[in-house]
């Protein structure tokens, strides 16, 4: 696909190139980014050119990396600000912006289709997982294409889901206050990336406690009948894990799942770090021509 450099600045401020290539995952999403040390200081064009390349392809990989937590906290700010967790069952000890996910033997992993955190005013703009300790089978994630997704909908159907809004929460049956959270959070159903003002379908299967004008029943049948119809198996990767990997999901136009197919008595970990995002909008169409 091409490739392009890293530089390397070291100690004696001599700058070395490292040439690292692009190759395609899938043909909906993602990149895998050959060659590039993360734990390595990245240039500022470098920085802009991964985070465009993020937008466009919505998820990255980086093969072959071998991170301490602060390389990994300093690897992540190509892509933003790591955002506070406002949550976390399994913190990192001493990196409280990094959680660690496990998977236990016998444990059943959480296979609901998702975008992080949409009970949040900002949810975050991309979430990365490093592979920290891998099984040799088995424990893979799957990300779909909600740009594609909302594509592939009837012009009908888009032009309603623009019209539409979400009302999320922490817990779908909650309608009072109390948490550390607003009870509810209004988001557009369809939203613009900040980046590259492409739409894409934006909603949480399990967060999102209704839609606006419609009971929670209504928005439940409609939801779940929507998510059979948009997610078909020539819009999503699977990524098969290996010990180094870091995995880059754009939340903003994505969705993920883990796959719970790891092998008896494996128990993989993850470092996860969410980056901080934008107030999720529906921009209007342009409708004149800019060029």
């Given at each position: 696909m091409?490739?392009?450099t890293?530089r390397?600045?070291?100690?004696?401020?001599?700058v070395a190139m490292?040439?690292?290539?692009?190759?395609?995952l899938?043909?909906?999403?993602?990149?895998?980014?050959?060659?590039?040390?993360?734990?390595a200081?990245?240039?500022?064009?470098t920085s802009?050119n991964?985070?465009r390349l993020?937008?466009?392809?919505?998820?990255?990989v980086?093969?072959d990396?071998?991170?301490?937590p602060?390389?990994?906290l300093?690897a992540a700010t190509?892509?933003?600000?790591?955002?506070?967790?406002?949550?976390s069952?399994d913190?990192?000890?001493?990196y409280p912006d990094i959680?660690l996910?496990?998977?236990?033997?016998g444990q059943?992993?959480?296979?609901?289709w998702?975008?992080?955190?949409?009970?949040l005013?900002?949810?975050p703009?991309?979430?990365l997982?490093?592979?920290a300790?891998?099984p040799?089978?088995g424990?893979?994630?799957?990300?779909?294409?909600?740009r594609?997704?909302y594509?592939a909908?009837?012009?009908e159907?888009r032009?309603?889901l623009?019209?539409?809004?979400?009302?999320?929460?922490?817990?779908?049956?909650?309608t009072g206050s109390?948490?550390?959270h607003p009870?509810?959070?209004?988001?557009?159903?369809?939203?613009?990336h900040?980046i590259?003002?492409?739409?894409a379908v934006?909603f949480?299967?399990t967060?999102t406690?209704?839609?606006?004008g419609?009971?929670q029943?209504?928005?439940?049948?409609?939801?779940?009948?929507?998510?059979e119809?948009?997610?078909?198996?020539?819009i999503?990767?699977?990524h098969?894990?290996v010990?180094g990997?870091?995995?880059v999901?754009?939340?903003r136009?994505t969705?993920y799942?883990?796959?719970?197919d790891?092998g008896?008595?494996?128990?993989?970990?993850w470092?996860?770090?969410?980056?901080?995002?934008d107030?999720?909008t529906?921009?209007?169409?342009v409708?004149?021509?800019?060029?």
């Amino acid at each position: 696909m091409g490739e392009l450099t890293q530089r390397v600045t070291n100690a004696g401020d001599r700058v070395a190139m490292t040439i690292y290539t692009l190759m395609p995952l899938h043909e909906a999403l993602g990149l895998a980014i050959i060659g590039v040390d993360l734990g390595a200081p990245i240039d500022d064009e470098t920085s802009e050119n991964l985070s465009r390349l993020l937008a466009e392809h919505l998820v990255l990989v980086f093969p072959d990396q071998s991170l301490s937590p602060e390389q990994y906290l300093t690897a992540a700010t190509v892509f933003g600000a790591p955002a506070p967790p406002n949550w976390s069952r399994d913190p990192m000890p001493g990196y409280p912006d990094i959680g660690l996910v496990r998977r236990r033997s016998g444990q059943i992993a959480p296979d609901t289709w998702h975008t992080d955190h949409l009970h949040l005013e900002r949810p975050p703009a991309a979430t990365l997982f490093y592979a920290a300790q891998i099984p040799p089978t088995g424990g893979g994630t799957s990300i779909a294409n909600m740009r594609a997704a909302y594509w592939a909908l009837p012009e009908e159907e888009r032009q309603r889901l623009e019209t539409l809004r979400t009302v999320n929460s922490t817990d779908p049956e909650r309608t009072g206050s109390g948490a550390e959270h607003p009870a509810t959070v209004i988001h557009p159903m369809v939203r613009t990336h900040p980046i590259n003002r492409e739409r894409a379908v934006f909603f949480h299967p399990t967060e999102t406690m209704c839609i606006e004008g419609m009971t929670q029943q209504e928005s439940k049948e409609y939801l779940a009948a929507l998510v059979e119809r948009i997610i078909e198996p020539d819009i999503v990767y699977h990524h098969h894990w290996v010990r180094g990997d870091v995995l880059v999901i754009d939340d903003r136009a994505t969705w993920y799942r883990a796959r719970d197919d790891h092998g008896a008595g494996e128990n993989p970990v993850w470092w996860k770090i969410m980056i901080e995002g934008d107030r999720p909008t529906l921009s209007a169409s342009v409708s004149c021509n800019l060029g």
